[in-house]
Nanobody, 118 residues
């Protein structure tokens, strides 16, 4: 299993920006599918953004144009740049890894809280 450690959450005003980071263990990070998911209070966990090993990215409609997922394979790290934040972006954000480039996310981080005030 891949160990994932997230950082970068916090409190920000609406319209502001935050960058989340997720450091992963393992020697084959470049082959992982990496994803950022989020879970708001009382809601199910949902995907925010995905980075495939071949470079393709996917975004939920709710974050498209505001969030950017990127990865640094040399540092075994994936990032989520969040701009133009809205109160509805408030959630616990989780980093997840799918080994072998699959969309089956078998490893999860502990989560980092993002709170956007209005």
């Amino acid at each position: 299993q891949v160990q994932l450690i997230e950082s970068g959450g916090g409190l920000v005003q609406a319209g502001g920006s935050l960058r989340l980071s997720c450091a992963a263990s393992g020697r084959t990070f470049s082959s992982y599918t990496m994803g950022w998911f989020r879970q708001a209070p009382g809601k199910e966990r949902s995907v925010a953004a995905i980075s495939r090993s071949g470079g393709k990215t996917y975004y939920a409609d709710s974050v498209k144009g505001r969030f950017t997922i990127s990865r640094d394979n040399a540092k075994n790290t994936v990032y989520l740049q969040m701009n133009s934040l809205k109160p509805e972006d408030t959630a616990v954000y989780y980093c997840a890894a799918g080994e072998g480039g699959t969309l089956v996310f078998g490893s999860w981080g502990q989560g980092t809280q993002v709170t956007v005030s209005s």
